[in-house]
């Protein structure tokens, strides 16, 4: 059963950072693509980061959304399954719930932004509040 657990959320100021962290179960990140995501009030859900683990090729791919490019890096620690979010430099248009996510490489064979669709499974968000 695929398990996903976002924490690391919370209330910071405009321009300082936060990381946020994704443990996950019940699968092997060779078969699944890792992604954040984030909606804020009122907004749709906003594919904001993911990415491609490939032990087998030895082989690491990351995407970004637009509005993150630049502020924010995913990363991941393999033995601890687990997937990061750092966030850099943080706007108080960043203010959202943040969700992992996961995605068969079934339909594709890695997650780019054009496959935000594509991520079926969703763990409980954590809320990162970003004041002004």
């Known amino acids: 059963e695929v398990q996903l657990q976002a924490s690391g959320g919370g209330l910071v100021q405009a321009g300082e950072s936060l990381r946020l962290s994704c443990a996950a179960s019940?699968?092997?990140?060779?078969?699944?693509?890792i992604g954040w995501f984030r909606q804020a009030p009122e907004k749709e859900r906003e594919g904001v980061s993911c990415i491609n683990l490939n032990d087998r090729h030895n082989d690491v791919s990351s995407y970004y959304g637009d509005s993150v490019k630049g502020r924010f890096t995913i990363s991941s620690n393999r033995h601890a399954n687990t997937v990061y979010l750092q966030m850099n430099n943080l706007r108080p248009e960043d203010t959202a719930v943040y969700y992992c996510?996961?995605?068969?490489?079934?339909?594709?064979?890695?997650?780019?932004?054009?496959?935000?669709?594509?991520?079926?499974?969703y763990g409980q968000g954590t809320l990162v509040t970003v004041s002004s």
């Open positions: 996510a996961a995605m068969s490489r079934i339909f594709a064979d890695d997650c780019t932004t054009t496959t935000w669709g594509n991520f079926a499974y």
């Open positions: 019940g699968f092997d990140f060779d078969d699944y693509s």
